[in-house]
């Protein structure tokens, strides 16, 4: 951990010409992955077709989850901003965290898909049209009942955009495609993305 007084230099903030060997009191804040958490600002409303909220586990009125429906397209609207500290420019991964609450055997090679349409605009610019990204989880042996599973969708580009970028989104099961006849438990949705610092050396522009 560094000490009291360690200089920490975002990625690329390092002077011109600078030795590639770092001081005693300088850490190197290069590019790293973590999660953006986005499901907390999830939301619904009329002409959207929302999950239920259904107990999981507990006793009453215990522990309860978004339950994706098996034979309706069920839906929820998320927006995440990207942060100060994210390397601005590189991509992000969405990705559903979900689990099962029924008996999965005897389901392997059904599947669940997950997907997201979403916008993207950064301060002061347009909204790009919609577009989507899904992904199929196939079920296997090891996916047992109350297993947290994780299921990655495919890089969105994020080139053309800065810090403080918003993207809408609207996630959704596609039941009416997937093959699994059970629900489908929402644990978490959130987006990887890369940090190169703390934050930005500026309220809205990052000059690093």
């Not at 507990?58 to 929820?76: D, K, Q």
């Not at 669940?112 to 577009?131: L, N």
């Amino acid at each position: 951990m560094p000490s009291i007084g360690t200089i920490l230099r975002p990625y690329g903030a390092r002077a011109a010409g600078a030795s590639a060997v770092l001081a005693t009191d300088e850490v190197l804040l290069g590019p790293a992955w973590t999660d953006l958490r986005v499901i907390s600002s999830a939301k619904t409303g009329v002409g959207w077709v929302a999950p239920t909220m259904t107990k999981f586990q507990g006793g009453t009125p215990g522990i309860g989850l978004w339950a994706f429906n098996a034979t309706v397209e069920n839906e929820l609207l998320l927006t995440a901003q990207m942060p100060h500290n994210w390397r601005k420019g590189t991509n992000v991964i969405p990705h559903v965290h979900w689990t099962t609450n029924e008996d999965t055997s005897g389901d392997n090679g059904e599947t669940v898909i997950w997907g997201i349409e979403h916008v993207i605009g950064e301060v002061g610019g347009s909204f790009t049209s919609p577009a989507t990204v899904e992904a199929t989880h196939t079920l296997d042996a090891v996916d047992k009942n109350n297993k947290s599973i994780v299921t990655g969708l495919a890089e969105i580009d994020m080139s053309a955009f800065t810090l403080s970028t918003i993207l809408a989104m609207r996630l959704y099961r596609k039941a009416l495609t997937d093959t699994w006849d059970k629900q489908a438990y929402l644990l978490e949705f959130d987006l990887h993305y890369q940090i190169d610092g703390l934050g930005s050396d500026e309220a809205f522009a990052k000059g690093f």
